[in-house]
């Protein structure tokens, strides 16, 4: 759950993983505990973070289930915070899965790449989701994955990270995105995809949810929307 603005492979290290040697201070930062690291965060920068608190093992389990890991050739992260998701991605990726974790905040990075040594952390702008990947050889994701407040960024800013999601997603793919207010936004995903469905997450602290959407329309089209001047 990201940070943004200042906003993620599995098996075999990638060149442009910045998975680099232990750092003086790295073990020291390491040491502050990730909830800690998230209420700092949020408490400096308020609701450009998503939450106090990092996500419960339930939210990560329910955001990853339903998807095909056998067949799936790229899934992305995109606001990964301190990792409870990319944890559960990387214990469900197959080895020829590319796994690609994309995350603004340098603090976050630090951390995903201690604890992640071997997954692709791209120190990035979900804006540019679809650059990223080009770098990286990646036309097409099957999935993306983003603990990032999306509805609390302004709107050009949200239309261009679903625009840049959107062009690099595959037509049978899912934009799947937490949220700590279960429903409200609702209609505010359906301006963007054509089919958005649901999936509560009562047992996390507080009760939380996963949209789960497909069909993404373009950005004129999701203004032309009945209700689109309202959040």
């Known amino acids: 759950m990201s940070i943004r603005p200042h906003p993620a492979h599995h098996g075999h290290p990638h060149p442009h993983n910045g998975s680099h040697g232990t ?3 790295d073990a020291i930062h390491h040491a502050t505990p990730d909830w800690w690291l998230m209420l700092r965060k949020f408490v400096r920068h308020g609701t450009s973070i998503a939450s106090v608190a990092p996500s419960s093992r339930f939210l990560a389990r329910m955001i990853c289930q339903g998807i ?40 976050f990075c630090k951390r ?31 999935h993306v994955i983003s603990g990032l407040p999306l509805p609390s960024f302004p709107a050009p ?7 840049s999601a959107a062009r690099s997603l595959a037509p049978d793919g899912t934009f799947r995105q937490l949220t700590n207010m279960p429903y409200v936004y609702w209609k505010l ?14 047992l996390n602290l ?8 497909k069909g993404y329309r373009a950005v004129q ?4 929307q009945p209700g689109a001047a309202a959040e």
């Open 23 to 25: 750092r003086p201070g």
């Open 189 to 202: 995903y359906r301006r963007y995809f054509s089919d958005v469905r649901f999936k509560l997450v009562p």
């Open 68 to 107: 095909d890991y056998h067949n799936a050739k790229c899934i992305v992260e995109l606001g990964a915070g301190t990792g409870p998701i990319t944890k559960e991605l990387l214990r469900r990726v197959q080895p020829h899965t590319k796994l690609v974790i994309v995350e603004l905040d340098p603090d």
């Open 206 to 213: 507080p009760p939380a949810g996963v949209y789960v959407c």
């Open 112 to 142: 995903l790449r201690a604890k992640f040594p071997s997954a692709d952390i791209v120190e990035g702008d979900a804006a540019h989701m679809d650059k990223l990947l080009h770098e990286r050889g990646i036309d097409m994701v099957d």
């Open 221 to 224: 089209q999701a203004i032309a």
């Open 157 to 163: 800013l949200r239309d261009s990270i679903l625009a």
